[in-house]
């Protein structure tokens, strides 16, 4: 079989989770190539020109839509794609994506010559109408977001609140999607948590005959793994007797990563407290008792692997994630976490073993479960939550799990 991995960019969380599937299966012996608009490998492990993409220089709505005004100017399409170029600026959202796009995938020649071709984070690349009629080949799709059932929206909390903005436009939009969803016979779909697999099949987006499973994301368990503690504290001029939490995401201000909640939990906490911070932006706190220090953009795996060790827990207050790889790369590095009792970290944080929940998802309850940590952090121990990230995320699980998957095509 030829696997070709394929979403937007090899970068964010969904693109690195992509392109860990596509070295785990690489690692197990399967042929498989990866296809994104900034990385492509072909089916011997080369990484060629992306020249596929080259013709269009990347943007938002602004460039779809003048490609699709061009090319469908009484289309519908392109009435939708207008549609929301004139709302967008009155909205407030992380990301939105249309379900329509330049690029003909179809004719991509990695994809054209793949036995079964594998979605991932799609927006921007994906034209739903055109590629769903021609797709000749069986289809898996992992979700990473609740996009492929959604209209515009990848997260929930976005579609609630530009409603009364864009609700009609978004809701003809799903309803298009979900059309061109009815067209799949040959598919798998695919979700790394229960929550949003659950969340999936209560839309009513799909046909009950396509199967649904879960698989949860791998991690290179040798790129991400403990460091000495006193090491990296001693290396980020950091006292070996602080009590550090790590904070990281891609902009430190994004309301679904809850920094708003952080902040306000540690403008009340009676500890001192060493804030670390990893993503574009910074963050403020005004308490004396609390000292952040942010390390800007992180690329190296080593790098990152020493702050999540030389912090006693890494704080993921999301409001709405599917299963982060940071959550995975914080098991790997043996660094429990404090996070709400909400989508991925519901089902894979244990409670005083790998991690603590707080009690409501309020900065109120996040600066009780903090100061909770500062007294219990005798109770977590580094080899115990490496072995659970070995146990649970490692790549040769991984690939055994999509590997299952793509073989069931043959006994259908």
């Not at 793994?225 to 090491?231: C, L, N, V």
């Not at 990893?278 to 692997?305: C, H, Q, R, W």
């Not at 790369?329 to 005083?352: D, H, L």
Request: net charge negative; glycine share 6%; charged share 20%.
């Amino acid at each position: 079989m030829r696997i070709v991995n394929i979403t937007c960019s090899s970068k964010g969380g969904a693109g690195i989770a992509a392109l860990r599937l596509h070295n785990s299966l690489r690692e197990a012996g399967q042929e498989c190539a990866f296809v994104s608009k900034d990385l492509s490998i072909d089916f011997d492990g080369q990484i060629i020109e992306p020249s596929f993409f080259n013709y269009q220089k990347p943007s938002l709505l602004d460039r779809v839509g003048h490609k699709l005004k061009k090319s469908f100017s009484n289309d519908h399409k392109s009435k939708l794609v207008e549609e929301v170029n004139a709302k967008k600026d009155q909205m407030f959202y992380e990301v939105l994506s249309l379900p329509f796009s330049a690029y003909a995938l179809e004719d991509h020649p990695l994809i054209k010559t793949a036995d079964i071709v594998h979605f991932h984070w799609m927006g921007g690349i994906l034209d739903y109408p055109t590629f769903f009629n021609a797709l000749d080949k069986p289809l898996v799709w992992t979700f990473h977001d609740r996009n492929p059932f959604q209209g515009i929206f990848h997260y929930k909390q976005d579609e609630l609140q530009n409603d009364d903005i864009i609700g009609p436009i978004d809701k003809e939009i799903e309803r298009l999607k979900q059309s061109c969803m009815g067209l799949l016979k040959n598919a798998i779909l695919i979700s790394p948590s229960t929550w949003l697999k659950n969340d999936a099949v209560a839309s009513g987006f799909f046909a009950e005959n396509i199967p649904f499973e879960v698989i949860p994301n791998g991690i290179d368990l040798t790129s991400f793994s403990p460091k000495a503690i006193q090491d990296s504290r001693r290396q980020h001029h950091i006292p070996e007797d602080a009590f550090v939490l790590l904070f990281t995401a891609d902009h430190l201000a994004a309301p679904r990563k809850g920094s708003d909640l952080l902040i306000h939990a540690l403008e009340k906490v009676s500890i001192p407290v060493t804030l670390l911070t990893i993503g574009k932006g910074t963050i403020d706190v005004a308490n004396p008792l609390v000292t952040v220090t942010n390390f800007g953009y992180v690329e190296n795996s080593d790098e990152m692997s020493q702050c999540y060790s030389m912090a006693n827990f890494f704080v993921l207050p999301s409001l709405e994630d599917n299963l982060p790889n940071t959550m995975l790369e914080s098991f790997a590095c043996g660094t429990p976490i404090i996070s709400f009792k909400t989508g991925g970290m519901a089902e894979y944080i244990v409670e005083n073993i790998s991690g603590k929940f707080a009690a409501e998802m309020n900065g109120d309850s996040l600066c009780e479960v903090i100061e909770s940590a500062f007294n219990d952090k005798a109770l977590f121990h580094t080899e115990a939550i490496r072995k659970f990230a070995e146990e649970h995320f490692n790549f040769k699980v991984l690939a055994s799990n999509y590997m299952k998957v793509y073989q069931s095509f043959n006994q259908v």
